[in-house]
């Protein structure tokens, strides 16, 4: 039995009955203040955001909670001009990838300095935040990269399902054979190896990373070249669908129109995977390279939450932060809304049903193999990361050959880092 579900009866019992709360209540020294909140989300992420403020604001009534949201894209954008501006929220939602670059301008506040709780994360989101030594960000939950397959295709071709410790040659000869007995109908899975993601993993099963502390490439050509050059012959040999059939069905991903058998993603697509098939889907491990070795898998934040250098209240943001991650009654609220919990108390806390559930489930299986997290990406990552897909297109098309690629490749992402 896991601990979401051991501890999910007696826990909404306590929050209906008493209305348990992780941060503590009453009044708060001082007089009244005011904080500005601003992250990025839907109506429905908003419906339950105003629940968790008036929660806090029950437990806090000193402190008034001035909320604002905005789509992705839009979110950003504003950050952008308010930070530049001087004029940045108190409490505000931060993405993985834009952490290093936020906290290198000097415009979020370390929360060491603060009386924020974090002594409730889990253990892969211990330090998770950090740059250099700061506390930066606290996640709110998180999900880690992995293998979805369909079961029925797998027994369709005579392959059995892969468990913990599958390693990448068995993978392979997974796709091999699934390939094979599909007879250009199925096929064992899409290439992985043009999703950078994917190569993160391969790097750090070997000790290598994506980026050095330094923001800099973590890795060589010569990498890249072996990593590509094993893509190039899977496509070439039939054992990944056609690019051109996946460039059919997009936005559709293959293995929701039963076309593959695996892919990798990050966990937290597995809801929406599952409501666009009525295919079985189930979750699996990543391949290693040696049976027995590390995993290359991590927790990595869905979002964390930062508060502002220049916050004339830095003790208020500290107690909202804290409540946001820490309150049971809020990871009862969110549920997976913003990934799993991050902290041992709301992931307890958190009703999770169907996908959701199998998520949660998964991570706490792999647990023990996830190694802490590598650096937050440098400015420009996300840039990098779509010419990694792009440039490995390139290949799976027959427009460039590899080691041409690779150069290309390091071209741009250097020249991004560089700017």
């Not at 005579?158 to 000869?173: F, K, M, S």
């Not at 250009?184 to 190569?199: A, H, W």
Request: charge should be negative; aromatic fraction near 10%; hydrophobic fraction near 40%.
């Amino acid at each position: 039995m896991t601990s979401i579900k051991r501890f999910r009866t007696a826990l909404a019992a306590l929050l209906l009955a008493g209305g348990l709360t992780a941060c503590g209540g009453g009044d708060d020294a001082g007089g009244d203040v005011t904080l500005r909140f601003s992250w990025w989300g839907n109506a429905d992420r908003a419906a339950l955001m105003q629940q968790s403020i008036d929660l806090f604001q029950a437990a806090h009534p000193t402190i008034t909670v001035t909320p604002s949201f905005q789509e992705f894209e839009a979110y950003w954008q504003k950050m952008a001009t308010e930070t530049a501006g001087g004029n940045a929220p108190d409490v505000l939602q931060m993405d993985f990838a834009y952490l290093r670059e936020y906290a290198d301008r000097n415009v979020l506040l370390d929360l060491k300095k603060t009386g924020v709780k974090v002594d409730d994360l889990i253990p892969a989101f211990q330090g998770v935040g950090e740059v250099n030594g700061a506390l930066y960000g606290i996640p709110t939950g998180g999900n880690t990269w992995c293998m979805f397959y369909n079961p029925k295709l797998l027994t369709e071709a005579g392959v059995e399902e892969p468990r913990t410790g599958i390693t990448w040659d068995q993978y392979h000869a997974l796709l091999d054979t699934v390939s094979k007995k599909g007879a250009g109908r199925t096929y064992g899975g899409s290439n992985y190896r043009s999703v950078i993601y994917s190569f993160e993993s391969y790097l750090l099963q070997a000790g290598a990373t994506l980026y050095t502390g330094g923001g800099k490439l973590g890795f060589s050509k010569q990498q890249l070249i072996d990593y590509w050059t094993v893509g190039k012959q899977y496509i070439d040999d039939g054992r990944f669908i056609p690019s051109e059939k996946v460039a059919q069905i997009e936005p559709a991903s293959p293995i929701t129109k039963d076309l593959i058998a695996t892919e990798f993603r990050w966990d937290n697509f597995f809801a929406r995977y599952a409501s666009e098939t009525e295919a079985e889907l189930k979750i699996g491990p990543v391949p290693v390279t040696t049976a027995g070795g590390p995993t290359g898998q991590y927790l990595k934040p869905a979002m964390l939450l930062s508060a502002s250098a220049r916050t004339d209240h830095p003790d208020e943001a500290a107690k909202l932060i804290s409540f946001l991650i820490n309150d049971p009654q809020v990871g009862r609220i969110f549920g997976s809304n913003r990934g799993i919990p991050a902290t041992n108390a709301q992931r307890d806390a958190a009703v999770l049903e169907g996908p959701a559930l199998a998520i949660a489930e998964y991570e706490e299986a792999i647990a023990p193999l996830l190694q802490k997290a590598p650096p937050a990406p440098p400015k420009g990552a996300g840039t990098i990361e779509a010419a990694f897909l792009r440039i490995a297109d390139e290949i799976s098309y027959g427009r460039s050959s590899v080691p041409d690629a690779v150069d290309t490749f390091f071209t741009e992402a250097e020249d991004t880092l560089a700017g």
